[in-house]
């Protein structure tokens, strides 16, 4: 068996962890656990990209005594649309912006102004979002930090670059920007020349699998690692890992990446840019081998993480018990809704919009856990439904992957509100799909099939059979539409 190190950062916390792949073997266990903390200064939100570096690093040594010092590779993987800028000795100009700060507010109207939005659409396949790194950029045209800039990495790329001094932009992630054409697979140049975007600013595109160069001396001396220990490209958008790792023997499938965000919807051989695509909202964004994920961008468990933390942190365990309890949508909230992007008051915030919307107001906190719950379901049983009918691609079974499959009770309303099997598993699916694709570049598996299939038999899963008519769903739906 040989060890890959999958580096996994979240919004909320980062992680390493070790991969060991045989030929018909698959092992993960986590070496490190860091926090990911943003932090906001006068100038607006900030990712603290130093301290995930430094926690970057204390995985690596981590992972290096679990296995000997010896590991066969490192694959980063990460969020999407956010970046950091370097100057042209390659120092870093600043902390990277947060997606969630405020700049891009309003920014959007500028671009439409110059590039209608169903143009942008049609070319670049991307759903609107405030935080799309298009209209960051858009937003920072101005500033003295992009104006001295050579060089833009996004935030898994930055980081490989400081381990290895080598850089390059990774296709999957790239694809988020808006400035990737989806069907040629390469930069949007008409777009980018029309908004006065440079896109030289931007290394050389690498394919999920490619080389990304080799662990410095320096990171080889602080880690204890044995040298020497490769780099490799992944799927470096946490979700292209994580729908890499749907462990899928069905051909016909829709899958939902579950955790801060719920990422909803089908993988394709081409994307859909349509008008009527457009209107509902979903996004084309690329896969590994060829593939497209067309998907819709849901809020997530970001609306019951923050209401966590506005409870002071409370077991999560008894607020699902309670849940459980209330009755079943009693009142919803669209999660798709970007009124619920930015922190704070979340409880608050969805009392107010089930007050604004005449329903009753969900009171106690098992209440607003059961109308959160309800809301994720509901919202993806529109994403499901809807992806199948604008793609023209039946499903017969949903593939749940990530933290949300620890939530029983989310994975049940999810099977109920789609009329659908739900299989949930594998949960720590982005690194099971960084580890895989290491491997892969190492010989050690076949294609994206053959990925799966070893997931399939070596990860466990819970099925969860659909209860009930959807009826109450179908009705719950347009009641939200009708607000």
């Known amino acids: 068996m040989k060890a890959y190190a999958a580096v996994d950062l979240g ?54 005594a679990d296995t000997g010092g010896r590991v066969d590779s490192v694959g980063i993987d990460s969020w999407a649309v956010d970046y950091g800028l370097l100057d042209a000795d390659g120092a870093l100009l600043g902390n990277p912006v947060h997606y969630r700060d405020a700049r891009t507010e309003g920014v959007a ?122 780099v490799t490209a992944v799927g470096s958008h946490d979700t292209a890992s994580a729908v890499a790792a749907v462990p899928a023997v069905e051909e016909r499938f829709a899958y939902i990446c579950t955790g801060t965000w719920s990422l909803a919807g089908l993988e394709l051989d081409t994307p859909v840019l349509s008008e009527a ?81 005449g329903q009753p107001v969900p009171e106690s906190r098992a209440e607003i856990t059961r109308c959160i719950l309800d809301s994720l379901a509901l919202a993806h049983r529109r994403a499901v439904n809807e992806a199948q009918g604008l793609a023209d691609h039946p499903v017969d079974v949903v593939h749940i992957v990530g933290g949300g499959t620890r939530n029983a009770l989310l994975c049940q309303l999810t099977a109920d509100a789609c009329g659908l099997p739900v299989v949930a598993g594998p949960t720590e699916a982005a690194a099971l799909g960084n580890v895989l694709v290491q491997a892969r570049a190492h010989g050690l598996v076949g294609d994206l099939a053959g990925m799966r299939g070893l997931l399939a038999r070596t990860q466990p899963s819970t099925r969860y059979e659909p209860q009930g008519d959807t009826a109450r769903w179908r009705a719950a739906e347009a009641r939200l539409a009708a607000r």
């Open 11 to 64: 919004a909320s916390s980062g992680r390493v962890m070790v991969g060991r792949v045989g030929p018909d073997s698959l092992e993960l266990a986590e070496a490190h656990r860091f926090p990911n903390r943003p932090v906001r200064t006068p100038d607006g939100l900030r990712w603290d990209i130093l301290a995930l570096y430094a926690g970057v690093l204390d995985g690596l040594r981590a992972a290096g």
């Open 109 to 230: 109207a500028k671009v439409w102004a110059t590039v209608p939005a169903g143009e942008l659409y049609a070319a670049t396949g991307l759903q609107y979002a405030p935080f799309n790194t298009l209209y960051q950029l858009t937003a920072a045209r101005d500033s003295a930090q992009l104006a001295h800039a050579k060089r833009l990495l996004l935030i898994p790329d930055l980081l490989s670059y400081w381990l290895t001094g080598e850089q390059g932009t990774e296709l999957t992630n790239a694809s988020t920007t808006q400035l990737v054409d989806p069907r040629t697979r390469d930069w949007s140049y008409d777009i980018a020349s029309r908004l006065g975007i440079d896109l030289g600013m931007f290394a050389p595109l690498r394919q999920p699998g490619d080389p990304a160069g080799a662990l410095r001396a320096e990171v080889l001396e602080e880690t204890g690692l044995r040298g020497p220990v490769a």
């Open 277 to 357: 695509s457009r209107a509902a909202n979903f996004t084309n964004e690329l896969g590994l081998d060829g593939t497209v994920r067309y998907l819709r961008n849901i809020m997530g468990l970001w609306l019951l993480q923050e209401c966590v933390r506005a409870w002071g942190e409370p077991e999560l365990g008894e607020l699902l018990r309670g849940a459980a309890r209330v009755p079943a949508l009693r009142s919803v909230v669209d999660a798709g809704d970007a009124a619920f992007l930015a922190p704070g008051r979340m409880p608050e915030r969805i009392a107010d919009a089930c007050r604004g919307s």
